[in-house]
C-alpha cells in the first residue's frame, strides 16, 4: 500500500496570506489528524477529520481550519498567516472506527515559511 | 497545559548499552500510550505502544514500562544501534476519546 503523502514538502508565504495543505491517507482509512511541529512546541494536535466530519480539535485559532472530502482526502487552510505560523505540518492517517488504539501513520510534513 | 511530558530534550548514549527514554502524563484518562520515532524529513513512525491494562510490553530490543500509580512511562532500547538516533515522542490518548497528545520529543544520538 502507498503511505500517507502531503503535497507540497515545501512552501514559502508572507504575512497575511493565506495556505491550503493537502494530504492524501493511506488507501482505506478514514481518519485524517493534522499536528503542528515546532522546535519549541513540539507536536500539536491541530485537528481530526473521520468521514468527512470533524471529529476532535485541538486548541488553535479559527484561522486554521480543515475538511475532508468522500474519498478521505484531507485539506488544510491557514488564513492570515503569521510569521509563528511557521512550521511542519504533518498528517497521519488510520483506519480509526473509534477506538482511539489503532496506529497513525504519518505523512513527510510540509515544512511551511512565513516570511 | 502540557499533559505528556518529556523532560530531557536530547539524551546521548554509548552504542551497544541501553537507551532509557522517560514520559511523563498529568491527565488520569489517559489509558492508551503510544512511541513514535522520528527521522529528519520524514514523518514519525510508529514504534511501540501499551495500554493501562499493562505494565510492560516487548518488541524485539524495545520495551515499554507503564507505571499508573507514577503517571510514568519509559520506552528502553537494548542494545541501542546507530540507526537508533532519532527524535522519540511519547505519546497518550483515553480510550474513549480519538485525540492523541504528543509530547515534545527527546533526541537521541547514539555513539560509536
Known amino acids: 500500500k502507498a503511505g500517507v503523502t502531503q503535497t507540497p514538502r515545501y512552501l514559502i508565504k508572507t504575512r497575511g496570506q493565506q495556505v491550503t495543505l493537502s494530504c492524501s491517507p493511506i488507501s482505506g482509512h478514514r481518519s485524517v489528524s493534522w499536528y503542528q511541529q515546532t522546535p519549541g512546541q513540539g507536536l500539536q494536535f491541530l485537528f481530526e477529520y473521520f468521514s468527512e466530519t470533524q471529529r476532535n480539535k485541538g486548541n488553535f485559532p479559527g484561522r486554521f481550519s480543515g475538511r475532508q472530502f468522500s474519498n478521505s482526502r484531507s485539506e488544510m487552510n491557514v488564513s492570515t498567516l503569521e510569521l509563528g505560523d511557521s512550521a511542519l505540518y504533518l498528517c497521519a492517517s488510520s483506519s480509526d472506527e473509534g477506538s482511539g488504539t489503532d496506529t497513525q501513520y504519518f505523512g513527510p510534513g510540509t515544512r511551511l515559511t512565513v516570511l | 497545559d502540557q499533559q505528556v511530558k518529556q523532560n530531557s530534550p536530547s539524551l546521548s548514549v554509548q552504542e551497544g548499552r541501553i537507551s532509557i527514554l522517560n514520559c511523563d502524563y498529568t491527565n488520569s484518562m489517559f489509558d492508551y500510550f503510544l512511541w513514535y520515532k522520528k527521522y529528519p524529513a520524514e514523518g514519525p513512525t510508529f514504534l511501540i505502544s501499551?495500554?493501562?491494562?499493562?505494565d510492560k510490553n516487548e518488541d524485539g530490543r524495545f520495551t515499554v514500562f507503564l507505571n499508573k500509580s507514577a503517571k510514568h512511562l519509559s520506552l528502553h532500547i537494548v542494545p541501542s544501534q546507530p540507526g537508533d538516533s532519532a527524535v522519540y515522542f511519547c505519546?497518550?490518548?483515553?480510550?474513549?476519546?480519538?485525540?492523541?497528545?504528543f509530547g515534545k520529543g527527546t533526541r537521541l544520538h547514539i555513539l560509536p
Open positions: 505519546a497518550a490518548s483515553a480510550l474513549r476519546d480519538d485525540k492523541i497528545i
Open positions: 501499551i495500554s493501562s491494562i499493562k
